[in-house]
Antibody, heavy 120, light 107 residues
Framework: EVQVAESGGGLVQPGGSLRLSCTASGFTFSSYAMHWVRQAPGRGLEYVSGITRNGGATYYADSVKGRFTVSRDNLKNTLYLQMGSLRPEDVAVYYC?????????????WGQGTRVAVSS | DIQMTQSPTSLPASVGDRVTITCRASQIINKYLNWYQQKPGKAPKLLIYGASTLQIGVPSRFSGSVSGTYFTLTISSLQPDDFATYYCQQSHSFPRTFGRGTKVEIK
């Protein structure tokens, strides 16, 4: 069974850092691009960041560019999101997402999310 | 970045209604448009990819279509389990952007 599970969320002060992890199982992790999507309380879905299968290319939303870094360890089947210079507007549930390709790209498996809170 | 304009924001409806949600891309994205359903406190669920291909296990009352840069999600006969928020998302280029969502609620 395909599963992705996020961890590492929590409360951090403004300007602080946090690293999220996403552990994958039930599929060949190195064969899939992976992404992070977030959802602020009461708001819609926002694309955050993504990384190709071998980590050779990364992508970021303008809102996090220069502050967040996505990476992966294919030997550990784990995706990471290093978050820095955190702001109140980064408060959200962060989802780890697998991207499938079957003539089109789409997010087919989502984790349950991990909450990030930013407050002094 | 590609902007996705989704409408309406809220859609009051009754069981049995035919429901249509629209999403427009700010530039040509061919058929690279996906639809997701999200219920409160849950992760989104993929319904349709490539504008019109139904994900495995999704009921056939859901369908998608495209005309130029306009995409439509249709629920042919709304069921109680379908009251949720729906999002479109383009997968033509990075960053993968979402529409703002349409909440289908009980009329």
């Amino acid at each position: 069974e395909v599963q992705v599970a996020e961890s590492g969320g929590g409360l951090v002060q403004p300007g602080g850092s946090l690293r999220l992890s996403c552990t994958a199982s039930g599929f060949t992790f190195s064969s899939y691009a992976m992404h992070w999507v977030r959802q602020a309380p009461g708001r819609g879905l926002e694309y955050v960041s993504g990384i190709t299968r071998n980590g050779g290319a990364t992508y970021y939303a303008d809102s996090v560019k220069g502050r967040f870094t996505v990476s992966r360890d294919n030997l550990k089947n784990t995706l990471y999101l290093q978050m820095g210079s955190l702001r109140p507007e980064d408060v959200a549930v962060y989802y780890c997402v697998r991207e499938e390709y079957n003539w089109a790209y789409y997010f087919d498996y989502w984790g349950q999310g991990t909450r990030v809170a930013v407050s002094s | 970045d590609i902007q996705m304009t989704q409408s309406p924001t809220s859609l009051p409806a009754s069981v049995g209604d035919r429901v249509t949600i629209t999403c427009r891309a700010s530039q040509i994205i061919n058929k690279y448009l996906n639809w997701y359903q999200q219920k409160p406190g849950k992760a989104p669920k993929l319904l349709i990819y490539g504008a019109s291909t139904l994900q495995i296990g999704v009921p056939s009352r859901f369908s998608g279509s495209v005309s130029g840069t306009y995409f439509t999600l249709t629920i042919s006969s709304l069921q109680p389990d379908d009251f949720a928020t729906y999002y479109c998302q383009q997968s033509h280029s990075f960053p993968r952007t979402f529409g703002r969502g349409t909440k289908v609620e009980i009329k």
